[in-house]
């Protein structure tokens, strides 16, 4: 069983900038491949980035390439999204997420085993 805790979310100005991360409890951490997802009211939730259990593997997507950074630190089991050059239509419920199907990344919900509460984040105009 893992458990998944996000943090880092927040209200920021459009063009600014936040990371969140994703604290994971368990010792095989480093075996599971990591996904940030984003959900708005009354729309699917839809993958940001993911990234596989070694960081070898990533994916972006088209929204948030050269803005949004993922990356993972398996010694101390997070993964993190730095969002650069944030956007008002970023604002959403930001989703942490992990399948123990580690060695490449994920982009579909039904892909995970295991989801964080969420973490908000608001950019405003």
């Known amino acids: 069983q893992v458990q998944l805790v996000e943090s880092g979310g927040g209200l920021v100005q459009a063009g600014g900038s936040l990371r969140l991360s994703c604290a994971a409890s368990g010792r095989t951490f480093s075996r599971y491949a990591m996904g940030w997802f984003r959900q708005t009211p009354g729309k699917e939730r839809d993958v940001v980035a993911a990234i596989n259990w070694s960081g070898g593997r990533i994916y972006y997507a088209d929204s948030v390439k050269g803005r949004f950074t993922i990356s993972r630190d398996n010694a101390k089991n997070t993964v993190y999204l730095q969002m650069n050059s944030l956007k008002p239509e970023d604002t959403a419920l930001y989703y942490c997420?992990?399948?123990?199907?580690?060695?490449?990344?994920?982009?579909?919900?039904?892909?995970?085993?295991?989801w964080g509460q969420g973490t908000q984040v608001t950019v405003s105009s």
């Open positions: 997420a992990a399948t123990d199907s580690g060695g490449y990344y994920y982009t579909q919900t039904g892909d995970y085993d295991y």
